[in-house]
């Protein structure tokens, strides 16, 4: 309590990591899997363990284009053999005759009785011999079998995000098929009259106080990056019951609701005390910049809960929330194991940031030419242009000016949005 003015004293607010660790530690995987074809499974997470049943090479081979030798043949250094073979890829060579070389492209079975392969830049054919003008030492250029993956052994654990050289990996050993976990299912809409579709604007004119709805586009393109099924309920009006109607609506079916807008504690901010009629809400005032409110809790309905997330309306920080946030929130939904936060990268500062914040400020910088780091000049939480010219966000800690010169800690886009 506040003893000059009688009003309860303000909760302290959140740091990052402790809204951060909370979302983690309430995350329900989603259950059910599926079995898909490789091909179609970029971006799905494994609900079980791969192991490969053989062994990757499956033989000894060469690793380049050149001639398989006995090591002991080539011992002076300018040996002349006769070519006995000729071995390409795909095909099975002849035991190698003692004083004898084998012409072997790459990918080739080594014959049996070689033990080396000597380059072809470093021979000269005449007729049918070759002189090896180098001394090569046993094992010289051969992969040896299991030297990439040993049969049994696991290649890809449970909770595994597939990327394209997982994929990769998993036809290298031939699995045509993997189980993963189902896609999450995400419903999104967003609040306020004042919000207009690009397209829509009578004579494509704004009204007077309305604004193009931006914040559908940005997060539903963040949601497709990370593969979810979405249910688009586009514009709520701003009305109590129409947002009730909605969350009930959303619930159904899906693993999470995510909105925009309407979280705040104003007479036309709808969305906070219609999740609490329809399940429970946590409201939270983190100690980010840009962002501070957050709303997570659960919509009831049916059969369970469905999670809810409410972002803040202003688009930069809607963008930043979902990326701290919601990103992480999301993996571990899909079944993501591991960490799931992204790298960060000690860079060198080319600006200056005198006035220190008491939150943690995410500021959009870019990568210059010298190899430091620019900062867009206007970091107001509106200002959506700064996350297109940017390359990534500086993690700067509360009551932290930034000098010409300092490292700071850099996260590029590229590791928050996949």
Known sequence: MNTQTGKPAPKPMLSVREALDFLLAAA????????????????????EDQASTINVPSADNTQMDGYAVRADDCASGHATLRVSQRIPAGTV?????????????????IPQGADAVVMQEQCEAVG??????????????????????????????AGTRLRSQELGLAASVGLARLPVRRRVRVAVFFTGDELTMPGEAPGGKLAA?????????TLRGLLENFGCEITDFGIVPDSFEATRETLRNAARGHDL????GGVSVGEEDHVKPAVEAEGRLNMWQIAVKPGKPLAFGEIRHDNGAAFFLGLPGNPVSSF???????????????????????????MRADFNWPKADRRNEFLRARINAAGGLDLFPNQGSGVLTSTVWADGLIDNPPGNPIAPGDVVRFIPFAELQY
């Open 209 to 217: 106080g309305a604004i193009y709805n931006s914040n559908r586009f």
């Open 93 to 109: 060579g002849q035991p190698l005759e003692p004083g004898t070389a084998a012409r072997i492209f790459t990918g080739a079975l």
């Open 28 to 47: 329900r995987p989603v259950a059910q899997t599926e079995i898909v074809a490789t091909l179609e499974a970029n971006g799905r997470v494994l609900a």
């Open 257 to 260: 609701i995510i909105t925009s």
């Open 320 to 346: 930043i929330t979902f990326l701290l946030f919601v990103r992480p929130f999301l993996l571990r939904l899909q079944g993501v194991s591991g960490s799931v936060e992204p790298r960060s990268y000690p």
């Open 128 to 157: 049918d011999s070759v002189t090896i003008r180098h001394t090569p030492k046993a094992g010289d250029w051969i992969r040896r079998t299991g030297e990439d993956i040993v049969a049994d052994s696991v290649i890809l654990p």
